[in-house]
């Protein structure tokens, strides 16, 4: 990480939060700071509360303790649609995209915190109405051109190919405009030029669109290629952090990865 | 060599002859199943719109096929003439029949006296088959009425011109131009169908409709055919003007069976083919400007209304005929006439903008004028049974908001239904509901109580005016915001506008609204308008609005508490809310009657109106009830509360991290389906004049359930094709009596299997086009501004 990246403004920042499912502590004192314009990963192995750590984020879950800030304001506790319009979206391990509707409808539904139009309103539709529905579908469609799905508008979401709907599922979280894109293994599944492909897109993303982006990444490569900052969790406990170098040569990741050195392992068995 | 030529010719006029047979089979077996008793004097329209409509077909094809026009000229003779000639042989075949003893009622049970009338211009006295013949004798009995061969043509010297046509000696032409005679009818069939071809060659070379991108290079060649789609209109209207008799003037041409239907007829065609006119005129330059040719059909869509007015107002004729129904009945034609025509001119301004829409839009146009007409002819049970259909159409278009686009399984939906119907009767009812000891607890607007008549008054208009105010101004506020965008460079910006007015704004509009509203109750309870507004008109609008009010704020009520269900649960709890609803009007005697009812509530209008205009308003009602419904159906589709609600259906926790308020988009459902409930009640409650708890079963939420479902989740028509699918069919089927179950269960299972998504399933929004267009013209601004 350079020094000029050290002095971006801070984005997102996570201060000790703890996350358990009864017994389980699935996130622990966890502490996370995202600095605008970066792209940042979070890994670890399967289990870790990577996830965990994106559903306190996008408020689908509240945590138990610890305080999470974006961009000035504490989220923690906020409904998911509240964090959504503060500027947050995401993508999903699984995709989620909306069955039965189109392409452009699904996009359209991201844009969905930025329109103003009130259920009278859509049934009267004055001139207003009428406008702001223009200009989301217009820009509906560029997002969709954005991520090379232009020509697709019109079929079934779920119609479209694997590759296609994780571009789509993007293209729908980029409709609400947000400051900070969170992304959950969007590589998986991929084979690797398509895996370049998604490299070289995140990169645009950050780039062209001005966003940080926090992602959730098993492709090493992926991950090592095109990251400010990685942060290694393990049960819940960040173990590690640093720019990809820093974090390749930390032995406690090497040790949650590989597991213990062998003769540990052993000794740890005997004295158990 | 002339075999073979004839030979040639006859071969290319096949495709024509053959949909000729088609078409004369089709409306011999119309006749014989037996045309529908009350459309009998509207027989004659029905046949030859049969074959208008292969006529037309016939021309598409040929034009999809680019044949030539005298392809086409040739086989639209060829099917207008077999298709007549198939009629012609049947119907003389029928007249030899009788004319030779045979009754020919006794093989075609169907075939109506009044049909034969209407087709042949044989007065019904006349059509009996003559007596048997005396076998020894070979004579006629002695004294018998005896009919004579009709199938001669004779010239009348004694009074001139008078040409003795028909089948009798009675049906004369007086230079009459074919409509009503057996002859005439023959030749009507073959003028209509090669019309029909015409008519549909010159449209589709004037580029209407379907084919206005892909004939581009046609537009040149064919001004003939442009003209030909202005002329029609104008040659109709001419035709209208001549049939339409003044005072102590005969009309120049007498019309035959059905003159006003014909008439009626004829007021529409103009309307519509005004359309295709205007459509028409938009893509080629005939040397007259656009708006002259607009000009001239406005003027004739005018003169077509004015010609209604006339005929009523002046000679006391109608221009629709209602068998001599009171003076009601006139101005509901008027009405209809007027409407129709704004309609069309709405619709027209419209499908100038989409042209790809054209078709279905024309087809919309007349199938409200149908719609609109319908009742007229019906008589009081079918009438019964179509506002049935009505308010079946508004309960499932109000649950395919909750179940088909917001996916909320709503089991209890009879409950707002009920509560809608209560509210009004409870408003309106003329029986006095005592508590137990005999106290009137009923809140009849219409009564002696002025204290209350004065304080719904006041609140009603109070609550219109700061509504309307506040409204305004809001509206006012985001348009001049609005307008600030648009002048801004980027008009992106515009999803950028805060909705909510400032401080200083906000207090001045309450204060306006407040001030105003309570100066303008003051006013109007000084003026003792309110007095005579209560004294003169019906409750029913009154338990409307409180209707609506009542179901849509317990929509609310049930939806609070059943937030966090889904599915099943959800379904458990509002099957629930729906039998508590009925428990409570069962047993809250002092309020309902319980079990007992409501009686006496009254009907939209007055009751001194006479009978069938307080009837017919009722279904005219429904109809506007049901259709404002469906355009709001339709728009809350396409918007982005529908696009919440969709998103919601398919998946809630995402639809969430997406930025919906679930909350705010799940109780919208609840209480936009159950307003539109409410409405239904409101309805119900004043067609049926009494309702009882038990019209509120739960069978009534399954059936409109399944209504949704059999007509498809999710989509208008569908859910109209649904109502009229599951409550109209049984009672059409009443006639097959005992297989009536049988056939209906059929049907259903049937259908399930056919088409699994229900009779007409939601399309998908095509938006692609759109959003293209939109960039488009972005691009170009940016391009123009530097």
Redesign the interface.
Known sequence: MTEQANERPILLEARKVTKRFGGLIALGDLDLVIRQNQIASVIGPNGAGKTTFFNCI???YTPEEGEIWFDGHPIQGE???Q???RGI??T?QNI?L?????V??NV????????????V???L?????R????????????LL?FVGLGED??T?ATNLPYGSQRRLEIA?ALA??PKLLLLDEPTAGMNPQETEATMRFIRRLRDERDLTILLIEHDMSVVMNISDQVSVLDYGRKIAEGTPEEVQQNPLVIEAYLGAPAEELVTGFLDS | MIVTRLQQVLGSMRPGATSGFVAGLIMLFLILIGIPINIQSLALFVLLLIVLIFGVRLARRAFDAGETFGYIVKNALALSVVAALVVFLFMSLINRWQANGISVKTYFDAVSLTTMNVLSGVPESELHPNPEKDILTGEYPEGAELRTNPMRLTFDSETGLRLKLGLTGDAWVDLNLGIGGFYGFMLLIVVVGMAGALIAWGANVANVGRYRTQTAGYLSDNLIAHWLVLLLPLLLFGFLWLTKGQDGIDPIIRIGGGGQEVQLLLGFAIVLFGLVAIRAAQPVDWGLAYPVRVGIVAGLVAGVAALAIWRIVGDGRYFIATDGSPRGNELLCVGIVLLVAAVAVVQNYFALRTPERFESQLAGTLALAILLILPLYLDQYQNDVLTLVGINVLLGLGLNIVVGYAGLLDLGYVAFFALGAYTYAFLSSNQVLVDGSGNPTGLKFEGNDETVIRIAAWVFTTAIVATAIVAGGL?LW??S??ARA?RAAD??Q??D?D?RPSGGVTLLLTVIAISTSLLFAILLDNSSLYRRLFDDTSPFFIGLFAGVIVSGLSGIMLGIPVLRLRGDYLAIVTLGFGEIIRLLFTNLRDFTGGPQGILQIPRPLPENASGPVSYLSLVYLIFLGAGLVAF?SA??K???????W??M???E??????????VQSKL?AFA?GAAFAGIGGVLFAARQRNIFPNDFRLDVSIEVLSLVIIGGMGSIPGVIMGAIALIGVPEVLRELSTYRILVFGALLVTMVIIRPKGLLPAP?????E???A??QR?VSQEDRSP
């Open positions: 996008t408020g689908f409904r998911p649609d964090v959504t319009a979206a995401r999903y989620h909306f069955a039965g509707m189109t452009l409808e359209m539904v991201g844009s969905h915190a930025n329109l103003l139009a009130s259920p309103g859509a049934m539709r004055p001139p207003v109405n406008l702001e529905e223009d200009v989301a579908l217009e820009k509906a469609y560029r051109d508008g019109d079934l729908r609400s405009d | 509206y985001r348009r915001q609005a648009r008009r992106r515009l999803l506008i909705p709001f728009r809350l396409q918007s982005r509360t529908g696009r919440a969709s998103a259906k398919s998946d926790d995402i639809a969430q991290s997406m930025g919906v308020n679930l919208t936009i998908t929004p095509q938006l692609q759109r959003a293209r939109l960039v972005h």
